[in-house]
T-cell receptor, first 111, second 115 residues
Framework: SQQGEEDPQALSIQEGENATMNCSYK?????LQWYRQNSGRGLVHLIL?????REKHSGRLRVTLDTSKKSSSLLITASRAADTASYFC???????????FGAGTRLFVKA | DGGITQSPKYLFRKEGQNVTLSCEQN?????MYWYRQDPGQGLRLIYY???????QKGDIAEGYSVSREKKESFPLTVTSAQKNPTAFYLC??????????????FGPGTRLTVL
């Protein structure tokens, strides 16, 4: 079974709205990362949050981490059509040499 | 320009053939990875390598083989033993620091289709 599972599987919003994606995981982690993938391309790293951090910001991105609930959320504020992509959470687990990716949330931002 | 490259972008294979996917990085990263992605799915780890001449199996290594003879290169061979090889293959690299890796840099991927 997946270590990281994103919710929702798909999300459709209007340009200018905020988009929130959630990630849940099962085991203890060293850090959690969010990646973005445009259709048919490689993944691009967005942000990394360590297990001892609770919140992190990068431009229009805000990531939170709740280790007691084993969950994280990614908020994209003031979304743009160019934000249309799949977003994956990835957890760095036990020993740190293996990163486990979730199945992703497909975000569609309508202009 | 620094980065990670994969070739070819598209690859067609007949059943029973072995094929090798190329992955090269000039980021001076120690760690390299191969992932498989099926439609609408996340990434599954095939193999990873932390250092030259050493590599470890990931979750779905059966039917695949790798080598790490040079720091910058990590080719993946899809053998005829891999029963369902049609997929999108992604290579990545990262710095190893303190026994953990952080951000992974991904190549553009190779789409393999078995005819």
């Amino acid at each position: 079974s997946q270590q990281g599972e994103e919710d929702p599987q798909a999300l459709s919003i209007q340009e200018g709205e905020n988009a929130t994606m959630n990630c849940s995981y099962k085991t203890s982690i060293n850090n959690l990362q969010w990646y973005r993938q445009n259709s048919g391309r490689g993944l691009v790293h967005l942000i990394l949050i360590r297990s001892n951090e609770r919140e992190k910001h990068s431009g229009r991105l805000r990531v939170t981490l709740d280790t007691s609930k084993k969950s994280s959320s990614l908020l994209i504020t003031a979304s743009r059509a160019a934000d249309t992509a799949s977003y994956f959470c990835a957890t760095d687990v036990g020993g740190g040499f293996k990163t486990i990716f979730g199945a992703g949330t497909r975000l569609f931002v309508k202009a | 320009d620094g980065g990670i490259t994969q070739s070819p972008k598209y690859l067609f294979r007949k059943e029973g053939q072995n094929v090798t996917l190329s992955c090269e990085q000039n980021l001076n990263h120690d760690a390299m990875y191969w992932y498989r992605q099926d439609p609408g799915q996340g990434l599954r780890l095939i193999y990873y390598s932390q250092i030259v001449n050493d590599f470890q199996k990931g979750d779905i290594a059966e039917g695949y083989s790798v080598s790490r003879e040079k720091k910058e290169s990590f080719p993946l061979t899809v053998t005829s033993a891999q029963k369902n090889p049609t997929a999108f293959y992604l290579c990545a690299s990262s710095i190893l620091a303190g026994g953990s890796h952080g951000e992974q840099f991904f190549g553009p991927g190779t789409r393999l289709t078995v005819l």
